[in-house]
T-cell receptor, first 111, second 116 residues
Framework: SQKIEQNSEALNIQEGKTATLTCNYTNYSPAYLQWYRQDPGRGPVFLLLIRENEKEKRKERLKVTFDTTLKQSLFHITASQPADSATYLCARAGRDDKIIFGKGTRLHILP | DADVTQTPRNRITKTGKRIMLECSQTKGHDRMYWYRQDPGLGLRLIYYSFDVKDINKGEISDGYSVSRQAQAKFSLSLESAIPNQTALYFC???????????????FGPGTRLTVL
């Protein structure tokens, strides 16, 4: 079956440092991976998409990588700020056009 | 105005009651979804609809039903609510031809449902 796993339930990072979140997938490589941000009591919000043939994608302080050998995506937030504290969800394209979400990693940026 | 709206935002009900959660969207997307989110279990797909005449079961459809009344409206019903259906419910839309790429999901604000 297609699985997507975010290994860390929670991560504490000092303000100003780079936060790195990990997402691993099983089975075949998806056509793309996505990252979403979710604040408490709110719906997830799309951040970035990276395709199978792309190694890296950037958006402002965010960077996503896609390693088909390791079956892994890394999500980086550089110069982290307390406002970056949230839960971050990784998602993969599945079969039948459905998106499969990981359970998320709660990121805490400590002032 | 929000692109994807859900009503009600909070609901407390009793075991055995019938509940309907409603979702409306102004994004003009054909695809709509219902998810539930539980602590430690992440987002799980209940039902999805790729157009008005298309309804499909997701991962956890037992105990739920849906109705796609129009392109913009997708309702989720719990025919006889039970306590383990207490969760946060999200509606989402998507457009696989959209600028974001992929089948990017656009979520509503959620409905917090408590079944006593």
């Amino acid at each position: 079956s297609q699985k997507i796993e975010q290994n860390s339930e929670a991560l504490n990072i000092q303000e100003g440092k780079t936060a790195t979140l990990t997402c691993n997938y099983t089975n075949y490589s998806p056509a793309y991976l996505q990252w979403y941000r979710q604040d408490p009591g709110r719906g997830p919000v799309f951040l970035l998409l990276i395709r199978e043939n792309e190694k890296e994608k950037r958006k402002e302080r965010l960077k996503v990588t896609f390693d088909t050998t390791l079956k892994q995506s890394l999500f980086h937030i550089t110069a982290s700020q307390p406002a970056d504290s949230a839960t971050y969800l990784c998602a993969r394209a599945g079969r039948d056009d459905k998106i499969i979400f990981g359970k998320g990693t709660r990121l805490h940026i400590l002032p | 105005d929000a692109d994807v709206t859900q009503t009600p935002r909070n609901r407390i009900t009793k075991t055995g009651k019938r509940i309907m959660l409603e979702c409306s969207q102004t994004k003009g997307h054909d695809r709509m979804y219902w998810y539930r989110q539980d602590p430690g279990l992440g987002l799980r797909l209940i039902y999805y609809s790729f157009d008005v005449k298309d309804i499909n079961k997701g991962e956890i459809s037992d105990g739920y039903s849906v109705s796609r009344q129009a392109q913009a409206k997708f309702s989720l019903s719990l025919e006889s609510a039970i306590p383990n259906q207490t969760a946060l419910y999200f509606c989402a839309t998507s457009d696989p031809q959209g600028r974001a790429g992929g089948d990017t999901q656009y979520f509503g604000p959620g409905t917090r449902l408590t079944v006593l």
